[in-house]
């Protein structure tokens, strides 16, 4: 079982910026992937960022040049910083982790809200 944790959320006028921290309960490189996902209201989930075990990331294109994904192995946390928000980017963000062995965890979601 792996618990995440997110806080960071909130609320920031366009072109603000926001971090977002995901505490997981266990080492982060044991997993395979740990990332964000996001669901704005009468959309499917998509994915924001992750990386991977072996230290890779991957952005939706809708977020590159505007967020950072970036882990720390020492305290087992996850941020995503994320610059120039725009309205679009309103959503829960959620942390979400695939273990080696294919277990799939996610965290319980932090409400980013960017006014225009």
């Known amino acids: 079982q792996v618990r995440l944790i997110e806080s960071g959320g909130g609320l920031v006028q366009a072109g603000g910026s926001l971090t977002l921290s995901c505490a997981a309960s266990?080492?982060?490189?044991?997993?395979?992937?740990i990332g964000w996902y996001r669901q704005a209201p009468g959309k499917q989930r998509e994915l924001v960022a992750l990386?991977?075990?072996?230290?890779?990331?991957n952005y939706a294109d809708s977020v590159k040049d505007r967020f950072i994904i970036s882990r720390d192995n020492a305290k087992n946390t996850v941020v995503l910083q994320m610059n120039s928000l725009k309205s679009e980017d309103t959503a829960v963000y959620y942390c979400?982790?695939?273990?080696?062995?294919?277990?799939?965890?996610w965290g319980q979601g932090t409400q980013v809200t960017v006014s225009s």
């Open positions: 979400n982790s695939v273990t080696r062995l294919g277990g799939d965890y």
């Open positions: 266990r080492n982060i490189p044991s997993f395979a992937t």
């Open positions: 990386c991977t075990s072996d230290g890779r990331t």
